[in-house]
């Protein structure tokens, strides 16, 4: 098993920053694709951000240059830095483990911006 703990959302106004971080602990496995992903009220959950175990990046169209994924290997966390924010990034952000025999969801915290 493998659990995810999120930190770091809350209330920001536009053009502002947060920085969110994402602990995993458990059978993590070292290759493995960490990554974000958000849901807003009536919509579907949507990728924002993944980084592989190797440090290969993909980025929603809608966050390139103003988003960054990092990680950490050693210390099985995924950070995820937000420049730039607009009223439309506002949602639950998830963070989320792939690796071979399964994939987990973290349980999510709440990102405002406020225009």
């Known amino acids: 098993q493998v659990r995810l703990v999120e930190s770091g959302g809350g209330v920001v106004q536009t053009g502002g920053s947060l920085r969110l971080s994402c602990a995993a602990s458990g059978s993590i496995f070292s290759i493995n694709i960490m990554g974000w992903y958000r849901q807003a009220p009536g919509k579907q959950r949507e990728l924002v951000a993944i980084?592989?175990?190797?440090?290969?990046?993909n980025y929603a169209d809608s966050v390139k240059g103003r988003f960054t994924i990092s990680r950490d290997n050693a210390e099985n966390t995924v950070n995820l830095q937000m420049n730039s924010l607009k009223p439309e990034d506002t949602a639950v952000y998830y963070c989320?483990?792939?690796?071979?025999?399964?994939?987990?969801w973290g349980q999510g915290t709440q990102v405002t911006v406020s225009s």
């Open positions: 980084i592989t175990s190797g440090g290969s990046t």
């Open positions: 989320h483990l792939s690796r071979l025999g399964g994939e987990y």
